[in-house]
């Protein structure tokens, strides 16, 4: 395994482990900050705390030579944003309507929304072993989406983290295109931008609170569940591509799934365990997924901007 290939998925699965601790805690926070809101100082906290990291990084003179993001990749980049204002708003409404242990499982369905959409519009390739960890992945979360297997009867509060998930398909692709940029800008732009919109939105459907520490809790853990983690998911994506990120970045359901077990001490049944198995599985098939045509892909991409 090459040294870029090792530290890109070293880069994926620190940023999994900064994401994990965001289904637990923001499930706590809920009870005091309404969800539009929430998503939207989340990820204000991830901008904020990207200025802060910038402006020390210019203070030391340490600042690497980054390309900054060109007139180009303003489509992707103004997409980006528009798909993070949506994609939180539906994950809180979901982990508002259902255990955070299941939203942190079907969380992983991101990985399913990245490969397909890598694979259909944006022509990166999918191997066969990473269609089948697709496969167990979408098994899974089939099986947690049901609240009585016997009926059939859907979870809404699933729904919603599916329909989150497929937006950060999306929004993953998109960023994917720009990750040779500046880290620091991307995450910059996808905080002030994305977490002003969610704020404007949710005041504007009457959402309110008058709990300015949880607020400044909510900052906080925006910084660093969204703003590091999102920052070190750039560098991921730019060493291994969308769909290989992805894969790694699966390991963050299981972490949060255990951390909210261990907050909510809520001990699912059976039907949790059978999802976690099949899920496991996928997870483990994605990642052993070979990037050697990803990488090839990289570089025609790395040489294309270098043409802009």
């Known amino acids: 395994m090459e040294q870029n290939t ?7 699965v620190l940023a999994a482990a900064l994401y994990a601790i965001n289904a637990p805690f923001s499930k706590l926070l809920l009870e005091f900050v309404p969800p539009t809101l ?3 100082f989340l990820y204000i906290g991830a901008g904020v705390g990207m200025m802060v990291i910038a402006f020390i990084k210019k203070v030391r003179k340490s600042e690497a030579k980054e390309q900054p993001l060109t007139k180009s990749e303003l489509p992707y980049t103004i997409a980006m944003i528009l798909l993070d204002i949506t994609a939180p708003i539906f994950l809180l409404l ?14 992983n369905f991101e990985i399913v929304a990245t490969a397909i959409i890598a694979l259909m519009v944006f022509k990166e390739h999918i191997s066969a072993r990473l269609w ?27 729904l919603f983290v599916l329909l989150a998930a497929v937006c950060w398909g999306f929004e993953n ?37 008058t709990s300015w520490g949880s607020i400044m809790l909510v900052t906080l853990l925006g910084f660093v569940a969204y703003g590091l983690s999102i920052y070190f998911y750039v560098y991921a994506q730019r060493l291994l591509g969308a769909a290989q990120t992805s894969a790694y970045y699966a390991v963050a359901p299981f972490i949060a799934a255990i951390l909210s077990l261990i907050v909510f001490r809520e001990f699912p049944d059976i039907t949790y365990f059978t999802a976690l198995g099949l899920m496991i599985v996928g997870a483990w098939l994605s990642s052993q997924d070979k990037p050697l045509r990803i990488r090839k892909h990289r570089k025609s991409h790395i040489q294309n901007d270098s043409t802009d």
Request: net charge positive; glycine share 12%; charged share 15%.
């Open 6 to 12: 090792k530290k890109g998925i070293a880069f994926a």
């Open 38 to 40: 929430m998503a939207g």
């Open 94 to 107: 979901g982990l508002n309507a259902t255990t955070a242990a299941n939203v942190s499982l079907l969380n």
């Open 132 to 158: 089948l960890g697709i496969l167990f992945v979408t098994l899974s979360c089939g099986i947690l989406s049901f609240e009585d297997v016997s009926s059939l009867r859907f979870s809404y509060g699933s």
């Open 173 to 209: 692709n998109c960023t994917r295109k720009i990750s040779s940029r500046d880290p620091l800008q991307i995450v910059l732009l996808k905080g002030i931008f994305s977490g002003i919109g969610s704020v404007i939105i949710g005041l504007s459907i009457g959402e309110r609170t």
